[in-house]
């Protein structure tokens, strides 16, 4: 397998009045090509600040990143956006869409600021509707749509060019169980048809959708292996008690 996202000792500070206060403290980690790697931590663990190190949101105050053997911590600002249009599809915790274009719209303009003609950008954007499922809610408006929808048309959006690293923050949060399952899905079928993903949840129904489970506390690994249900019962990670199970996840920034 090829390491796409290689994150090795990312430390990362909050300005604070009474000075800096550790945010992550030297976390590596790595994602290969067709692997979902699920980060669970509660509220506060930096789960997200990590996955913005990871995913060329922030750079680190510390350590390094390589994304398909590039390092973007070496990146200034504007080139670093640049690699992040071209190579990272993004879902956050709230999906940045535009409540005022139409679904299909949404999905056409990720192609068009990539430089593609509008012929092609709409022909994408259909294919990427019907691949989570929205190509009948192609013509309604993005702010019409439910919870559930907008997060599978963040995921259209985030999927439509093909990006070697997909980063999802929270991507089930505050969704029932079906709705929650489906997203899932399309998660592991972005894997399988060869991206690397990285999620970040405090639900340990959805880390279990993952080939390796990091958890994370006061913005540390303090373990990592194999969801519950695979490898053998000594390589399972013990996932902790205080960690939500399927709806009962909260949302929030970590």
């Known amino acids: 397998?090829?390491?796409?996202?290689?994150?090795?000792?990312?430390?990362?500070?909050?300005?604070?009045?009474?000075?800096?206060?550790p945010v992550l403290r030297d976390?590596?980690?790595?994602?290969?090509?067709?692997?979902?790697?699920?980060?669970?931590?509660?509220?506060?663990?930096?789960?997200?600040?990590?996955?913005?190190?990871?995913?060329?949101?922030d750079p680190p105050d510390r350590g390094q990143v390589l994304i398909g053997g590039r390092d973007v911590t070496r990146l200034a600002r504007a080139e670093r956006e640049a690699f992040l249009q071209r190579t990272i599809g993004w879902v956050t915790q709230r999906p940045r869409l535009l409540p005022m274009l139409?679904?299909?719209?949404?999905?056409a303009v990720v192609m068009r600021i990539a430089g593609a003609a509008e012929e092609a950008a709409a022909e994408a954007a259909q294919m990427g509707l019907e691949a989570v499922g929205l190509e009948r809610r192609?013509?309604?408006?993005?702010?019409?749509?439910?919870?559930?929808?907008?997060?599978?048309?963040?995921?259209?959006?985030?999927?439509?060019?093909?990006p070697a690293l997909l980063v999802a923050d929270q991507p089930t949060a505050l969704?029932?169980?079906?709705?929650?399952?489906?997203?899932?899905?399309?998660?592991?079928?972005?894997?399988?048809?060869?991206?690397?993903?990285?999620?970040?949840?405090?639900?340990?129904?959805?880390?279990a959708v993952a080939d390796r489970v990091l958890v994370m506390e006061a913005g540390t690994v303090?373990?990592?292996?194999?969801?519950?249900?695979?490898?053998?019962?000594?390589?399972?990670?013990?996932?902790?008690?205080?960690?939500?199970?399927?709806?009962r996840a909260s949302s929030g920034r970590a």
């Open 138 to 162: 192609a013509h309604r408006l993005a702010g019409e749509l439910s919870t559930a929808e907008q997060r599978r048309l963040a995921l259209a959006r985030a999927l439509v060019r093909g």
């Open 102 to 107: 139409t679904v299909q719209e949404n999905v």
């Open 222 to 247: 303090e373990a990592t292996g194999p969801p519950p249900g695979r490898g053998s019962a000594t390589a399972r990670i013990a996932l902790p008690a205080h960690l939500p199970t399927g709806s």
């Open 27 to 57: 976390v590596t980690l790595r994602v290969d090509e067709a692997e979902v790697v699920a980060v669970l931590g509660r509220s506060g663990s930096g789960s997200t600040a990590l996955l913005a190190c990871c995913g060329c949101l």
């Open 175 to 207: 969704l029932d169980p079906g709705a929650r399952q489906g997203v899932l899905n399309l998660l592991r079928d972005a894997a399988d048809a060869g991206a690397a993903v990285l999620i970040a949840t405090r639900d340990r129904t959805t880390a």
């Open 1 to 21: 397998m090829t390491g796409v996202l290689v994150a090795t000792d990312v430390c990362r500070w909050r300005k604070e009045p009474g000075g800096p206060v």
